[in-house]
């Protein structure tokens, strides 16, 4: 039998961040310069679970890379949830 883990160690679903949380993640992702823009248009963890490229595009996201990138790690967070660490222990941008 495992250990408990600590509370707020579990990942949690993407769908469920606030949109400081998302804005938090970007940080950790080194994504901190769209953060900002993500802030302006109100983007939580459910606008970013079904964003498209174009969607990031639209928000201002240029860089095709970024976006890429961005879009293959939601994937990963819309199956296996966003770890604690990534949302929690990274500074607000």
Known sequence: MSAPSPQGADPRPL???TVD????LLACLELAKAAEMFREAELNG???AGATDQD???VGMKIAVNRTRLLNRVKEFVANGVP????GRCPKP
């Open 46 to 48: 459910e606008a970013l």
């Open 84 to 87: 604690a660490k990534a949302i």
């Open 21 to 24: 949380e998302v804005c938090r």
């Open 56 to 58: 990031l595009q639209d």
């Open 15 to 17: 769908v469920s961040l």
